[in-house]
Structures are given as C-alpha cells and as structure tokens.
C-alpha cells in the first residue's frame, strides 16, 4: 500500500508565492512517477505538472508554465510544487499522485488515470 500526503496550502494574495509539498510511504524501493492536479469549485480534476523518477523531464500545464516548478527528492520520497506569481484563478484544491506504471510521455502524465495513488488534497487560496 501507498500512502500520499500534500501539505503546504494557504491563503496568499494574488502575486505571492507557495510552496507544496507531497511526502509518499510504503513501496518506495519502486520508481514511480508523480504529478499534481488541482480542482477548482465547480470544475473538473485538471493537470497541473508531473515529473519523471530521474526527474529529467517534467511536464507542466499550459496555464501554469513559467510560473510553478515541480521538483522531487527521491531520498527523502518527496515531491514540490514551487508556485509564484499565483493568480486566483489558481485557487483550488491541489492533488498529489504516485505513478507506479511505466509513464511515457505528456499524453499518459498529463492523465489522471495514469495514477495509482491519490493524497486527499491541500487547499490554496489566493486572493485578489
């Protein structure tokens, strides 16, 4: 079993910056891909950024390039999302997800069902 834990959320003003952070137990001895998604109230689960086990390619949403930066440490079983320059349309509630399948490419990391495992989500506001 795997076990996957967002932290991190708030509330910032339009502008600022946040920094998540996704901590995975259990079968971490695997290489596993990782991703986060957000949701916002009334809208679909969408893709915001997923990163490779060697973390040597990562992918990001159209909406977020150049603004959040997805990273990991694999010691640690850790993943981040560095947020700056936050809109409050990037207000919503952001996933973590462990990949334990062999991933290739944007069209499959880009991809909820790609995932196996889900954390329960961290909350970010940002205000205008």
């Known amino acids: 079993q795997v076990q996957v834990v967002e932290s991190g959320g708030g509330l910032v003003q339009a502008g600022g910056s946040l920094r998540l952070s996704c901590v995975v137990s259990?079968?971490?001895?695997?290489?596993?891909?990782m991703g986060w998604f957000r949701q916002a109230p009334g809208k679909e689960r969408e893709f915001v950024a997923s990163?490779?086990?060697?973390?040597?390619?990562?992918y990001y949403a159209d909406s977020v390039k150049g603004r959040f930066t997805i990273s990991r440490t694999n010691a640690k079983n850790m993943m981040y999302l560095q947020m700056n320059s936050l809109k409050p349309e990037d207000t919503a509630v952001y996933y973590c997800?462990?990949?334990?399948?062999?991933?290739?490419?944007?069209?499959?990391?880009?991809?909820?069902?790609?995932?196996?495992?889900w954390g329960q989500g961290t909350q970010v506001t940002v205000s205008s």
């Open positions: 997800a462990v990949d334990l399948t062999t991933c290739v490419g944007y069209g499959c990391y880009s991809r909820q069902a790609a995932y196996d495992y």
């Open positions: 259990g079968r971490t001895s695997e290489r596993y891909g």
């Open positions: 990163i490779t086990w060697s973390a040597s390619t990562p």
